[in-house]
């Protein structure tokens, strides 16, 4: 099972993705159709639309990445598919699309869970080095994973609430900032001032589980207080005290638990790893602590399927197979 070549699908969310990695740890194709405009004037992705365009991309991307590669189906090993958690919608046009071709092509099938594929969007870049520690920070996530071997997930923190990037993405909205907000954020608080002392929720002594509702109610307190005032709190001193919240929350958790459970590398996944505040803060205390720190490149940070076949090229090399009968699950734990 050595050099195994596998077919990555992707479609939790709005981008339909479709890539063939070989052995884990080298791309060969990666395409990816992203819905953003399309769910853009809705100020967010709307679960119906998603499903349409993923049923309209899938065969058009499925195609592309194997023209990309130059590969026919005979060396393909297996086919990784995310099957959650995510839209239910959204996965089972992947998840069918995967059953068919695993039916079709007689190649074995494996579920990934969509945080081991941003997890191990990094191995696409460096070989890891157990025990490690993963911040996953996205859209829909907030948790911090430790690991100690290839396919060992252990949960040790996650959100009570929302997640950091349903933060920004809230939080720009309010500033009335398009969608996605995150990227939107980062720009203006690099002009803004650190001059309003948002919340940071520290929960429980020694708890790595974090929570990000408290910050957005002070946020939006603070936006409408200073409406009926009718004072001017420029947008770029919010998004920066705003992210100065987050990133502080965010470094001092996976720091702490860096040091606790003595990891060899830390990684960073999720579509919120592309914020440069976030890069820095945590560049600078793990270069301080000697402990390296893997950020993948932007293009890996968000969706992608790339990630789901390193992360399915793993589970399939320790004989893990899903049957035809796989299903979709919007709250799949990892
Ligand atoms: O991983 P991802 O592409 O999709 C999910 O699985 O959720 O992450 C998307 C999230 C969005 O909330 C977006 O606003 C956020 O990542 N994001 C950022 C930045 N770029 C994307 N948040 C903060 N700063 C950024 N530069
Ligand atoms: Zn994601």
């Not at 790893?273 to 600078?284: I, P, S, Y």
Request: glycine content about 8%; some cysteine.
């Amino acid at each position: 099972t050595k050099n195994s070549i596998i077919v990555g699908i992707e479609t939790s969310c709005d981008e339909t993705a479709v890539a063939i990695v070989k052995n884990g740890t080298e791309i060969v194709s990666n395409v990816i159709s992203s819905q953003i405009e399309s769910h853009k004037r809705f100020g967010g992705v709307v679960p119906e639309i998603a499903s349409r365009h993923h049923v309209e991309q899938m065969t058009v991307v499925l195609e592309e990445a194997f023209e990309e590669a130059a590969l026919s189906w005979e060396a393909i090993d297996a086919i990784a598919v995310t099957e959650g958690p995510g839209l239910v919608g959204a996965l089972l046009v992947g998840v069918n699309s995967a059953k068919a071709l695993a039916f079709a092509k007689q190649k074995p099938l494996v579920g990934v869970h969509h945080i081991a594929g941003h997890i191990y969007a990094n191995r696409l870049e460096k070989e890891f080095e157990f025990p490690l520690l993963a911040l996953i920070v996205s859209g829909g996530h907030t948790e911090l994973v430790l690991m100690k071997g290839h396919g060992e997930y252990e949960l040790i923190g996650e959100t009570r609430d929302d997640a950091a990037g349903e933060a920004y993405d809230k939080v720009a909205r309010m500033l009335k900032l398009p969608y996605p907000g995150g990227p939107q954020i980062d720009r203006l608080a690099a002009e803004g001032e650190e001059n309003i002392n948002f919340p940071r929720a520290w929960l429980d002594e020694g708890s790595y589980d974090f929570s990000f509702s408290g910050l957005k109610s002070s946020v939006i307190n603070t936006i409408h207080n200073a409406q009926q005032r009718g004072e001017e709190r420029k947008a770029a001193d919010i998004a920066a005290s705003f992210q100065a919240s987050v990133i502080d929350v965010l470094t001092t958790k996976t720091v702490n638990a860096a040091k606790e459970h003595e990891v060899k590398q830390v990684i960073v996944a999720g579509g919120v790893a592309a914020n440069k505040g976030l890069r820095n803060a945590l560049e600078a205390e793990f270069a301080e602590l000697s402990i390296p720190l893997l950020i993948p490149p932007l293009k890996l940070c968000t969706d992608n399927a790339a990630m789901i076949a390193a992360a399915g090229t793993i589970a399939y090399e320790q004989g893990r197979r899903s049957g035809l009968d796989l299903n979709a699950s919007s709250s799949l734990l990892l």
